[in-house]
């Protein structure tokens, strides 16, 4: 999944960052509200990870304005505030859930779990292409019922792909959504995960479904 983490200090951004690639998430960072908003407009992330205390614009005034904005991504709310009433104020304003700071990485994943797993239920519980089938809220992928295991980074190209279905879809728009801002565009990784892919869905299988478009990208469609 595509997260975009919006904290201040560069300590604890660089812990729950690392920590969320190393669990196969792709996520963006930005270190101040006002950039946080802006960021958070672009409808490519899946969850929003929100400190309240920020500079230049706080958490409060950025989920507010975002959701103003009619942007639906789930967000968690990051607040060393503890009392009843500050987390009343943050779920009113349209919060999905709220989070103390210290915490247990542990939990933060659960709870970042347990939002995705709403909002893959929610969106759709199970998607399927062709003999083709993809679970994103227990992460299962199989293909004519055989079980297909993929890393993390396959899973979530797989699940692009198919939300993607007949549409072709470029390098660029790939990286933005299943990699971060960051990942270097020249490199040919994406083409490598395509081929795993392909390896694992369709080398066992006579009708192919995922195919590469000549100077383009890539769309996954039966033919």
Known sequence: MRLLLVEDEKKVASFIKKGLEEEGHS????????????MGLD???DLVILDVNLPNKDGLTVLRELRSKKIITPILLLTVRATI?????????????????????QELLARIRALLRRRG???SPILTVADLSLDPARRLVSRSDRKIDLTSKEFALLEYLMRNEERVVTRTMISEHVWDHSFDTETNVIDVYVNYLRK???ANHESKLIHTVRGVGYVLKVV
Do not use: Q, R
Request: aromatic share 16%; no cysteine.
């Open 27 to 38: 996520v963006d960072w930005a270190s101040d509200g006002k950039t946080g908003f802006f």
């Open 43 to 45: 409808d490519v992330y």
């Open 85 to 105: 009433e500050d987390k009343v104020i943050g779920l009113d304003t349209g919060a999905d859930d709220y989070l103390t700071k210290p915490f247990a990485f």
């Open 121 to 123: 239920e929610a969106d």
């Open 200 to 202: 694992k869905i369709d």
